[in-house]
């Protein structure tokens, strides 16, 4: 399967943008500005074995009761397409936190998203594993000072559509 394939197949017709704007973040990290996408299509060129993933663990450093004195613990992250569930059959896309880089405590240093697809591929001998997230902004700078959670929205380009990107899964929280 190529990544053009696979995006008309998960109806992400911009898969392979995407994943050109990942490859050139990966590769140029100091980079802030968005990179021109034709200029930068070439990076996708040697892109090999791609395989897609309906779940991973994420596994970390937790010091709590449930997860015992050692603090390690694992989390499952789900992308199923299609989970049936009493009689029908609906997606199930887990929400996580990516960490933005941010000194920030807390939520204030996270960002939100939804895995639509975990998958990696392998170029110039480099593996990436990726997810497809959809973005959430969070609405107020603080907590609901009535429940004190956080309120988010998805983040949507004018026309409605959802902002999509590739993230690498290095960056779960």
């Known amino acids: 399967m190529t990544l053009q394939g696979l995006g008309e197949h998960i109806d992400q017709q911009n898969l392979e943008d995407l994943v050109c704007e990942f490859l050139f973040y990966q590769t140029n990290p100091q980079e802030t500005a968005l990179p021109p996408i034709p200029s930068i299509r070439w990076m996708i060129a040697g892109v090999t074995r791609l395989s897609v993933f309906h779940s991973t663990y994420a596994v970390?450093?937790?010091?709590?009761?449930?997860?015992?004195?050692?603090?390690?613990?694992?989390?499952?992250?789900?992308?199923?397409?299609?989970?049936?569930?009493?009689?029908?059959?609906?997606?199930?896309?887990?929400?996580?936190?990516?960490?933005?880089?941010?000194?920030?405590?807390?939520?204030?240093?996270?960002?939100?998203?939804?895995?639509?697809?975990?998958?990696?591929?392998?170029?110039?001998?480099?593996?990436?594993?990726?997810?497809?997230?959809?973005?959430?902004?969070?609405?107020?700078?603080?907590?609901?000072?009535?429940?004190?959670?956080?309120?988010?929205?998805?983040?949507?380009?004018?026309?409605?559509?959802?902002l999509m990107s590739v993230v690498h899964v290095d960056s779960i929280v």
């Open 60 to 162: 970390f450093c937790a010091p709590s009761n449930p997860s015992g004195i050692g603090g390690m613990y694992r989390e499952m992250i789900r992308c199923i397409p299609r989970l049936k569930s009493g009689g029908t059959a609906n997606p199930r896309r887990d929400c996580v936190f990516l960490d933005n880089g941010l000194e920030e405590p807390g939520v204030k240093g996270l960002e939100i998203a939804r895995v639509h697809l975990l998958f990696s591929f392998e170029t110039e001998e480099q593996v990436y594993p990726c997810a497809l997230v959809h973005n959430f902004h969070k609405t107020c700078s603080d907590p609901d000072p009535d429940n004190g959670m956080w309120i988010v929205e998805p983040e949507c380009a004018r026309d409605g559509s959802r």
